[in-house]
C-alpha cells in the first residue's frame, strides 16, 4: 500500500485598500397626519420630489430604489378608554447610489431640502462600484501570507514545498468604512463627506505538498 503524501495546510489572508468611488445612501420620509389618506398623500409628494432633486443632480433612476413602505395608524393609551388612534404615520425608504462623490454633499442636500421636514438621513456607505481589481490585491496579499508561512513551516520541518494540491478561498469582504468626517459646515452649507479609503479583505486555504 502507497503512503499518503505527506502534506500542509495553511491559511493566508491580506487586504487591499482604495479611495472609494461609490456612496450608497439611505434616505427616509415619514409623514405623521392626522388622516390615513393625508399622511400616504404627502409622503408621496415628499418622496417623488427627493427623486425630482436627486435626478436634477445627475443620479440615473436605476440608482434610485424605494427599498421600503409602510402605513399604519399611531395608539395612545387613555385611561378609561384605552387604545385610541393619534394620528396616522406613512413612511418609505429610498436607497440611492451616487457615483460622483466630488459632489455628493450638494446632492445630499438637495434633496433634504427638497423633502423638507419629513425627510429622515438614514446613514450612508462607502464602497466600489467594481470591487474586482483592489479584490485582486487583496487576493495575492493573501496567497503571498499563505505562501510565507507555508514556507516557514516546511523550513522548520527540514523540508521544502512541493506543488499546490488544493486552493480555497472564502468571499472578500469590504470593511466598514468610518464615515466619522462628515462635518458640519458654516451656516446652512451641506455637510462634507470625505471618502477617505475603504478596506477590502481576502482569505485563502492552500495546501502544499511536502518534499523530502
Not at 384605552?82 to 454633499?105: D, H, K, P
Not at 493573501?142 to 468571499?171: N, P, R
Request: one cysteine or more; hydrophobic letters at 45%.
Amino acid at each position: 500500500m502507497a503512503d499518503s503524501p505527506r502534506i500542509i495546510s495553511v491559511t493566508g489572508s491580506g487586504s487591499a485598500e482604495a479611495a472609494p468611488d461609490l456612496l450608497t445612501l439611505s434616505i427616509g420620509v415619514e409623514c405623521r397626519r392626522e388622516n390615513v389618506g393625508t399622511a400616504y398623500g404627502d409622503a408621496g409628494k415628499a418622496s417623488a420630489a427627493i427623486t425630482t432633486a436627486l435626478r436634477e443632480h445627475g443620479v440615473g433612476s436605476p440608482d434610485i430604489t424605494t427599498s421600503g413602505l409602510n402605513v399604519r395608524a399611531e395608539v395612545n393609551w387613555q385611561e378609561g378608554r384605552g387604545q385610541t388612534v393619534s394620528g396616522y404615520l406613512a413612511s418609505s425608504v429610498l436607497s440611492v447610489r451616487i457615483r460622483e462623490l466630488a459632489g455628493s454633499s450638494e446632492i445630499i442636500a438637495a434633496a433634504i431640502a427638497a423633502g423638507g421636514n419629513d425627510v429622515r438621513l438614514n446613514g450612508l456607505e462607502l464602497g466600489f462600484a467594481d470591487p474586482s481589481t483592489v479584490l485582486s490585491r487583496a487576493r495575492e496579499a493573501a496567497w503571498q501570507d499563505a505562501l510565507t508561512t507555508a514556507q516557514h513551516f516546511a523550513s522548520l520541518a527540514g523540508v521544502e514545498l512541493g506543488k499546490a494540491v488544493s486552493i480555497t478561498q472564502q468571499a472578500g469582504f469590504q470593511a466598514p468604512v468610518p464615515v466619522a468626517k462628515m462635518q458640519r459646515a458654516v451656516s446652512a452649507e451641506p455637510l462634507t463627506v470625505e471618502a477617505g479609503e475603504s478596506s477590502v479583505s481576502a482569505t485563502v486555504g492552500v495546501v502544499w505538498e511536502l518534499i523530502a
